[in-house]
């Protein structure tokens, strides 16, 4: 199991967690090659809310799900608002937000579905990517944790809600923690600090540490610690261990380009049979 940076033509490549078996579903985290996008999301942005042109995002998010052999114009994506919300997703919603973001779910920061050929999209820009596997009950999910979201412990609720809505078993679930910004550059203030001592009391020195007087959150071992809390095994848990600050040639950085930039997707379909 490990995580890749993988070609797919045309200068197009994807992260990908290798445990995730192709012959049930389809996953990437866009890498920001390839695109038609220009300064200040130059490259492959495939968010319609940061003030890119509409039409350049649908270009990029055709070339990268076609490059997937995915059909863009059934994804579904939400307006992400940093909260909890979880939306399970069926057929009727294929296509919403996928050219308009007027028209994607609303205030919503997790999908799940188990309908295949329906592609689920979130957007990233150093925030965490949670995506889900259930390939007992043929079921998928993607969460956005912010710090926000993670304190919310998206994660664990995601996991719970597959439970109730398709009898999933967190034994079977594999989960995925993608690019994002790691514990080496995700630098707080004493009141985000205090909110994860709050949310995570028996796990303060793990997940904060100081530096130089900088108080450092670790984002990645929270959203595990979660995980592990629903019953995910150890070894089902996937992580990238890509600081997308660090790696902002790569994958897009809200930190480490100053607040305006395009968005990497998370993506995850299951096949059609």
């Known amino acids: 199991m490990s995580f890749a940076i993988e070609h797919l033509g045309n200068n197009l490549w994807r992260g990908k967690f290798t445990s995730f078996a192709e012959n049930i ?3 990437a985290f866009s890498a920001r090659l390839g695109g038609e996008s220009v300064k200040p ?16 995002v649908w270009e990029n998010r055709q070339r990268f799900l076609q490059a997937l052999e995915l059909k863009a114009e059934k994804l579904v994506t939400p307006q992400q608002v940093h909260g909890a919300n979880i939306q399970r997703v069926t ?14 779910i609303a205030d919503t920061d997790a999908l799940i579905t188990n309908e295949p050929g329906v592609p ?16 007992e009950k043929k079921a998928v999910g993607i969460a956005h944790a ?23 078993d967190p034994a079977d679930i594999l989960a995925g923690i993608g690019p994002s910004i790691g514990p080496c550059c995700f630098a707080v203030g004493e ?9 995570f009391p028996r796990h303060t020195d793990t997940l904060i540490t100081t530096r130089e007087g900088q108080l450092y959150v670790n984002l990645w071992e929270a959203n595990r610690l979660q995980l592990l809390e629903t019953g995910i095994s150890e070894e089902n848990i996937e992580m990238a261990d ?19 930039t395009g968005r990497m997707a998370a ?3 299951l096949n059609q049979y």
Request: net charge negative; with cysteine.
């Open 25 to 27: 579903c389809q996953h």
């Open 41 to 56: 999301y130059k490259g492959l942005n495939m968010a319609l809310h940061v003030g890119d042109e509409a039409d350049i």
């Open 91 to 104: 057929m009727a919603d294929a296509g919403r937000g996928a050219k308009d973001y007027a028209d994607a």
């Open 120 to 135: 689920l999209l979130l957007c990233f820009a150093d925030c965490v990517p949670v995506i889900f596997l259930d390939p």
């Open 146 to 168: 912010g710090w926000k979201g993670t304190v919310a412990k998206i994660a664990r609720e995601t996991v719970w809600r597959m439970q109730e809505e398709f009898g999933s």
């Open 191 to 199: 009141e985000v600090a205090e909110k994860f001592r709050e949310a």
């Open 242 to 260: 890509t600081c997308t600050d660090c790696q902002h040639q790569w994958f897009y950085s809200y930190r480490a380009e100053g607040g305006q």
């Open 267 to 269: 993506i995850i379909a």
